[in-house]
């Protein structure tokens, strides 16, 4: 059978391949016919020469070249929904309704509307003129950005349509995506789009390419590449780190969407007053989509007492009555596994379920486990231990005390939930553990499971280390997240004709806004 | 002779100190009297658990006690002024007047009630609305933030005094301040004077700590001790990168300012127009403070050709004529040489100076270097080799293809300088190199040198690895240098009166920008 090309310099064409590999349908548990190339650096340094290439060229470009091909991949993804959405389900076992054709897939065509809309705008760039002294600042392309995708979102984070790939393209950069390896038909027909899209703008051939694997050496060389800006990754921990330190050892940005257990406090006057409409929320959350988003529920810490032993019931009978959904594949499950039993050996206790179910489907039984607040404390770096997929945690906290120590010992999470009365009556407590938790993670929510990660300009999807790389950073809302793949760029008594537009003294689409002068405006400077 | 104090949690108290050390006065090339202490792990250890405490208790503070802190140390700083300035110039050599107190006392105050105006009005902190999804986002602190101070500006980039401390305090953030053991007296009098502003202003006593000199390895440990949010360094690239490696490791901030040589292309019709004129803003900028800035022009790149040589020959007469100023001292010296005989190891030769002269005082004579593109090329590292203070390299490129493969083999650097002809003769020239140059440099100037940064809202004060760590911040510059030492704080559904005072619903000082649904006003929500 013949390999799969890959997309370097504007072609499919053969690759420099140490191997080949096949995805798996987690709803037969069988291979999937295609055969993928493990490319060697052969073809990382192909797409990184052809890369350096087009972000010359791109530089070149205006914004609304590049905001004709977001809005064109967009329009192009729609047309070939039903394949792209077919092979999604069959790589992924995701249901392909709602999920797949109703959730994700508009999810990411909005996101690179957004993208465009910014690139357009480019009021993401911060452009800041002081009239005075004239010197004038604004962000820039920061180079070629290498995307790499996680396994969980083969549509709205895929590293060729995704969240990342639209704030790199959309801030002036080409991409080089790499594949998550769990969905690779899917990467590729949407690479498919991606360069015809790119074509009808014009673009330089080379702003989209597709490598589908390569080995972790290649990786963490690509990353400090020289001719690289930054990049991009979604995924576990230990690939993460693996590539951070790295990138980082050569001064290379890199922005790292890691591990979040997503702490979720629920206090007992919440607890009293609607205990089975938040047993209700916290299933849906925690086994939609069998758990597996990084947003996952995976911790609820609660007071002991009679409101929690009953809300821990409820919560056991929702999972029980739930019929267990496909995970991504065997790795999911068997990882899962493996979180289980680091947290039982930890001193959890399992409530319900707690081990794969028979393939196929390849599926992991739904599964709550419990520990007390003094056997958090005792070993909360493994009792942290992410579960990805439709596992969680209790913690039972003796008092306010005790959950103040354990809110001290979490790992930076992407978010924290706390659950509060609508009478008051949780008030005091929201008042003492909520300053704890706000430190500790990059969204704070009220009585609003974390799951659903809303693409708005006022969202961070980031959070402290180990969740993410910085805690300055989002990878979700538009325009903040273009900042990412972006570098500061001064003009001092630079010649107005030699300035780049966004800078220029007649606001360049009108409605820019820019700071001059200490204001926010969308005039031009001449007009202050 | 007693060692001096270290200021800890509140209080001037005694070391616990593995030696001691002496400052020296570089005029005289003699030790100074006081005597300093190179703290243990212990020092270190007790001002992070107070700098921890502080940043809670800072947390819950208004800015307006923060910003009162700043304006009140600023008024602190001007009231002993003649005291501070007189310890200065014997620590340091630099003249006191205009340098120490007419030129960086005062952007010293100047940028300590710039960052007082940015605290209290909030802008900064990029706060951001989505109204229909009640998703309001802004920078909150990064929690404490350790700030290693340089030798060349004991007063505007002082760890205790200067731009970073200034932008981590009004981002919310106690200091510990690592003094540089060049100018200890200096560092001493401005930390008693911002004691007494924090008790004026009943901030914790801890928000700004001192301590002097520390081992490497506790530096290391420092920067990524968990109870640190951050780390600014500005100061040598090896110090530095051994630095940023343990903060990368932990994943912890760290924002870097090292070496720079900042290229100067002055094309040819510039040099036909205004040789002179050039030859004398070239030779102020690069003999001012002895060349001892992060912008000194250390690389002259020029096109081969009489003018160029005329231009070298005029450049060499002011070197010549110009007396030798002291240096900060015997190290950067001994630095200066070491760097002149890599230069001329990797092919440069000289043209005038290029030794150490007899001290007191310390001085080196003014130096310049040459090389043809064919050298540089040869040894491209090697002839960036950074020389501290007043020395430069000529580059003399044989044409306009020679330039650009030059400008391609640059690092990244602070500045980059285009001098060109007013009557458009070097028109075409700049538009094949000023692309080349911008990717290099975080400020692009226009026939102006690169020294003098301007503490302006559109200045970047960074740029690419390895003049920085990270090509997106700016070391100078207020309101954008606040944000290094903050983090992203989402809030997702939360109750408006547990929101922070920036994004509830009422504007909080009526003048503060906000991003409100994609449009920046000084409104409250509920009036768009």
Redesign the interface.
């Known amino acids: 059978m013949a390999t799969q090309p890959v997309l370097i310099a504007g072609q499919w064409r053969a690759p420099r391949a140490a191997g080949t590999f096949r995805a798996h349908n987690p709803t037969t548990a069988e291979q999937l016919p295609q055969q993928y190339p493990i490319s060697t650096w052969d073809d990382c340094d192909a797409a990184l020469a052809a890369a350096a290439e087009a972000a ?1 060229a791109l ?2 470009m205006p914004a609304s070249s590049i905001a004709a091909f977001l809005q064109r991949y967009a329009e192009r993804i729609e047309t070939h929904k039903n394949q792209i959405v077919e092979m999604a389900h069959l790589e992924t076992g995701l249901p392909k309704s709602p999920r797949l054709a109703d959730v994700e897939l508009p999810r990411t065509t909005n996101q690179l509307r957004q993208a465009a809309e910014a690139a357009i705008e480019g009021s993401w760039a ?1 452009p ?3 009239t005075r ?1 004239n ?3 604004c ?1 820039a392309p ?2 070629p950005v290498c995307v790499f995708g996680p396994n969980n979102f083969p549509l709205a984070f895929n590293g060729i349509a995704g969240g990342d790939f639209a704030a790199a393209i959309a801030a002036g950069n080409p991409v080089i995506a790499k594949a998550n390896p769990g969905h690779p038909g899917t990467t590729r027909l949407l690479a498919e789009q991606a360069l015809a899209a790119a074509r009808e703008a014009q673009l330089p051939p080379a702003t989209v390419q597709l490598i589908y694997r390569i080995s972790h050496e290649d990786g963490q060389r690509m990353v400090c590449d020289p001719r690289l800006g930054g990049s991009g990754y979604t995924g576990s921990r230990s690939a993460g780190l693996a590539l ?2 790295a990138a ?6 890199i922005y790292l969407e890691l591990s979040s257990i997503n702490p979720v406090l629920i206090l007992p006057g919440a607890l009293q007053q609607r205990a089975g409409k938040i047993a209700d929320e916290f299933t849906d959350s925690c086994l939609l989509g069998s758990g597996q988003f990084c947003t996952n529920p995976g911790l609820v810490i609660l007071l002991a007492g009679e409101p929690a032993e009953r809300f821990v019931g409820l919560v056991k009978q929702r999972f029980e009555s739930r019929p267990p959904t496909t995970l991504l594949g065997s790795g999911v499950c068997q990882a899962l596994a493996r979180s289980v039993a680091t947290l039982r050996a930890a001193g959890a206790s399992l409530i319900t379920g707690g081990q794969p179910l028979p393939p196929p489907p390849i599926r992991f039984a739904n599964t709550l486990l419990r520990v007390d607040g003094d056997q958090f404390l005792a070993s909360p770096e493994k009792l942290q231990t992410e579960a990805f997929g439709n596992v969680s945690l209790f913690v039972i906290a003796t008092d306010l005390q005790y959950l103040e120590l354990i809110l001290d010992r979490l790992e930076g999470n992407l ?1 924290g939930c706390i659950y509060s009365a609508t009478d008051g009556a949780d008030d005091a407590a ?1 008042e003492a553990i ?2 704890r938790l ?2 500790r993670v ?7 499971m974390p799951t659903g990660v ?1 693409v ?5 999807h ?1 959070g ?3 969740a993410t ?6 990878a979700v ?1 538009i325009p ?1 997240s273009l ?2 793949f ?10 107005e004709h ?1 300035l780049p537009p966004l800078l220029r003294n007649k606001n360049p689409t009108g409605r820019t ?1 820019r ?1 001059i002068d ?4 969308q005039k031009d400077v001449d007009a202050q």
Do not use: E
């Not at 790389?469 to 989002?474: A, D, L, Y």
């Not at 972006?486 to 010649?495: F, G, P, Q």
């Not at 200490?518 to 405006?521: C, E, R």
């Open positions: 010359v530089r070149a911060l800041t003129i002081d002294l010197i004038r600042s962000y920061l180079g951070k330190a980082d050892a050569a001064g290379k940005p978010t929201y909520a300053p706000r430190w990059g969204r704070l929510l009220n009585d609003k809303a708005s300009p006022a969202m961070n980031g402290p280390y180990p790389g910085h805690p300055g950073f989002t809302g903040a900042r990412r972006a570098m500061l760029h001064c003009y001092d008594n630079v010649k030699r806004w700071l200490g204001a926010w405006t």
